[in-house]
């Protein structure tokens, strides 16, 4: 991924955004991240890049499912198996734990959510470094993986946890968090630094811009809610990006192209064409038919509870499903590699 616009998408815009919103802050303006004219767009994203992982997870002769059943097949059932179960008692008997237990889910995805962000951060710069030719060294590979933790951890912050610590402590880790994130964020940028000097090759902007982004949206966010939208839609479109190469260059979609001429139109009219099916789909199974059900099937406390257990499967199988693919060493990585 070498080109300016994959920079772009993986980072420099969410950058963009970030420096656009504190500028209109700071001149008494707020900018909504949380309206419709930007949630929508993000929530069609990240429905989308769900469905997206599936297809690649499943579908085709690089299925990854074949070679990994326990991560792809058994623990996604399991998983569907016991919101099942939750959600038929909460239905059937309504039991007033029901608050308490969807909200121990959403913490749990909230918990991982920024985990799975960084992670993907570092599989993007991988991806980037490897297609602009760097290599990185042993130490240095353990540091773009490892220094983005400490971003993951103040990003935390905001979750309903911290409610239990008392105040002055809050204070107290919240500097120290943010001490050892700005480090971290020095420690990343000598490494990149230094891995140019060292390869006299000019890191590509999707080397940078993943990076540039957690920092500034996960230290120093505009707004928890807004900054949590932002980060889910930079995650989609970061997995978008990189699986657009794996979508095309499945062995069908190489063997029906023979002009050379046209292959990149085709490819990218075919890859929206995939892209606008899963975003439906992803769409009907993150808010249409949960909310339905939950309408239909479920009332007063448990009304969100199906929605919410939807959520929580989705997010929870597709976390095991990425990491899957990422740690992989087959066809569809290598794919990902192709084309630079």
């Known amino acids: 991924m070498v080109t300016s616009l994959e920079g772009w998408l993986v980072g420099w815009i969410a950058v963009g955004l970030w420096i656009v919103a ?3 802050q700071r001149r008494g303006y707020q900018l909504d991240l949380t309206g419709p004219a930007f949630a929508w767009p993000a929530v069609a994203l990240s429905a989308s890049h769900f469905v997206v992982s599936y297809r690649l997870a499943y579908s085709g002769p690089r299925a990854s499912w074949r070679t990994r059943p326990v991560s792809l097949v058994v623990i996604p059932c399991a ?3 016991v919101a099942a179960l939750a959600g038929a008692v909460g239905v059937v008997w309504q039991p007033k734990s029901v608050d308490g237990v969807t909200t121990l889910l959403m913490s749990l995805v909230l918990l991982t959510s920024g985990f799975h962000y960084v992670k993907q951060a570092y599989g993007v ?7 602009a030719g760097i290599r990185p060294a042993p130490r240095e590979v353990r540091v773009l993986r ?3 933790y400490p971003l993951w951890l103040v990003d935390l912050q905001g979750g309903p946890w911290m409610s239990a610590v008392p105040g002055w402590w809050q204070f ?3 500097r120290s968090l943010k001490v050892l994130a700005v480090s971290s964020i020095i420690v990343l940028t000598s ?4 891995m140019s000097w060292r390869t006299r090759i000019l890191p590509p902007g999707a080397m940078v811009a993943p990076y540039a982004a957690a920092a500034l949206w996960m230290v120093f966010p505009i707004g928890l809610l807004g900054g949590a939208m932002v980060l889910a839609a930079l995650h989609a479109v970061q997995y978008l990006v990189c699986c657009f190469r794996a ?3 499945r062995p069908e979609r190489r063997k029906a192209l023979a ?3 046209t292959d990149s139109l085709d490819d990218i009219r075919h890859f929206v064409m995939v892209l606008g099916a899963c975003a439906a789909a992803g769409l009907l199974l993150v808010n249409s038919l949960p909310n339905l059900l939950g309408r239909h099937l479920a009332g007063g406390s448990t009304a969100r509870l199906i929605p919410t257990l939807f959520f929580v499967v989705l997010n929870l199988s597709h976390y095991v499903i990425d990491a899957t693919i990422w740690r992989s060493d087959g066809a569809l990585l290598q794919s990902m590699r192709k084309r630079a």
């Open 22 to 24: 504190v500028a209109a």
């Open 191 to 194: 490494t990149l630094l230094r």
């Open 247 to 249: 979508e095309i260059c």
């Open 79 to 81: 998983l569907i198996a």
């Open 125 to 131: 710069v991988l991806l980037a470094a490897s297609s």
């Open 259 to 261: 002009h050379p001429i």
């Open 172 to 174: 107290g880790i919240s």
């Open 146 to 148: 490892f220094a983005t």
